[in-house]
Nanobody, 124 residues
Framework: QVHLVESGGGLVQDGDSLRLSCAFSGHIFSVYGMGWFRQTPGKEREFVSGISASGGITNYADSLKGRFIISRENANNTLYLQMNSLKPEDTDVYYC?????????????????WGQGTQVTVSS
C-alpha cells in the first residue's frame, strides 16, 4: 500500500518562498507519476503540478507557471514543490498524490493515492 506524507507547510508572508516535501513509501517510487493539488474547505480542489514517473515531464496549472517548481528524487523516494513569490491566495491545504505509470495528468480522480495534506498560509 502506497503511503504519502507531506511536510514543509507553515505560515509565511507575502512574497516568501516555501518548499514542500512528500515522502513516498510502500512501493517503487520511480514507477509512479506524482503531483500536487490544493484545496480549501468549501472550495473546489485545484491541480497545482504533476511530474512523470521518470521526472522527464512536468505540468503546471497555468496560473502558477513561473512561481512553482515540481521535482522528484527517485533515489530518496521524495517529491518536492518549490513555491516562490507566495501570495495570500496561495493559502490552502496542499496534497501530494500518486498514480501508477508514467503519464502526467491534472485530473484528480486519476490519482490512486493521496496524502493527508499540509497547510500553507500566506499572510499579507
Amino acid at each position: 500500500q502506497v503511503h504519502l506524507v507531506e511536510s514543509g507547510g507553515g505560515l509565511v508572508q507575502d512574497g516568501d518562498s516555501l518548499r514542500l516535501s512528500c515522502a513516498f513509501s510502500g512501493h517503487i517510487f520511480s514507477v509512479y507519476g506524482m503531483g500536487w493539488f490544493r484545496q480549501t474547505p468549501g472550495k473546489e480542489r485545484e491541480f497545482v503540478s504533476g511530474i512523470s514517473a521518470s521526472g522527464g515531464i512536468t505540468n503546471y496549472a497555468d496560473s502558477l507557471k513561473g512561481r512553482f517548481i515540481i521535482s522528484r528524487e527517485n533515489a530518496n523516494n521524495t517529491l518536492y514543490l518549490q513555491m516562490n513569490s507566495l501570495k495570500p491566495e496561495d493559502t490552502d491545504v496542499y496534497y501530494c498524490v500518486a498514480r501508477f505509470g508514467e503519464r502526467v495528468t491534472p485530473v484528480g480522480t486519476e490519482y490512486e493515492y493521496w496524502g493527508q495534506g499540509t497547510q500553507v498560509t500566506v499572510s499579507s
